[in-house]
Every structure is written in C-alpha cells, then in structure tokens.
C-alpha cells in the first residue's frame, strides 16, 4: 500500500510539473518596463509619439488627474502628440511591480517631469499591464502628473 501510494505521489508531482507553466517574474516585467520607458523618454523628448501611442494596447483607458479618461488609441494619439510638442521631459520610474497572472502585472511608480525651462513636477501613478501577443503594454493608467 505505501508503495502505491508513493508511485502516485511521484506521478502526480511529475504531472503537475509537466503542466506549470514558465512565468515571468516580478523583476523580469520591472526591467521590460523600465526599457520601455527608457525608450518613451527620448521618444517624446524629441517629439515622437508614435513609440508611446504602441506601447498602449487597442483598448487602453488613461485616468487623468482632473477626471477626464482618453479611451483608446485614436483618443491617445492627440493627447500624446501635445505632450510630445511641449519638450518636456518625462521620466517615470516603477517602484513596484507585480504580477497579478500570465498576462497583467500592475505597477506603481513616480513620474517626475522637466519642462525646457528646467521646472520640475512629480507625481504617482498606477499602471496595469496587459501582455499582447507575448508584448507587454499599458492596458489601464492612473496618472497623476501635472504636466
């Protein structure tokens, strides 16, 4: 009986690891991000807002601060086009992310904006994830910067 029960323990515990799936981990989606801000950064820095504009996903939903949401792509695109022609400096830094399953991971960070006159502004945000397609992009964003 106990050797039995011991093959089914070996073959559950074999199966079991047959059927996990690898999952990125906490630090691994940090750094994703942070090279995806890296890139954002200079983009719009140099007034480019297409890179950020494909780091959202189709159904992306950014929560400004005064309560105004910009619903998808086509209501970013002009959003993105004006920050870009400010030449402002936007730097945003995660400070935590974690991965909520496969395909979402949420993130909380500090942005800090530079304008061309060298004023500063920093605010918190929340961000939520979204892998498409095996790319990571910004699904839901809590932002509560005064650019």
Known sequence: MKKAFFLFL???ITLSSCNEKSTISNNEIKQIIVKKYEKMRTT???GEPNY??????????LFLRNGTEVVGISSLKP???KVSSTNIDIK???ITVELISENIAFEVGVLTSTSKTGI???AKYINIW???D???KLYKAIDQAKL
Request: hydrophobic residues 30%; proline residues 3%; aromatic residues 10%.
């Open 79 to 81: 959003f993105y086009e």
């Open 44 to 46: 719009l820095k140099s």
């Open 92 to 94: 945003s830094t995660p």
């Open 134 to 136: 095996g790319d990571w």
């Open 130 to 132: 979204k892998n498409v």
């Open 52 to 61: 950020v504009l494909n780091m959202h996903s189709k159904d992306a939903i």
């Open 120 to 122: 500063q502004n920093s």
């Open 10 to 12: 070996c073959s559950v």
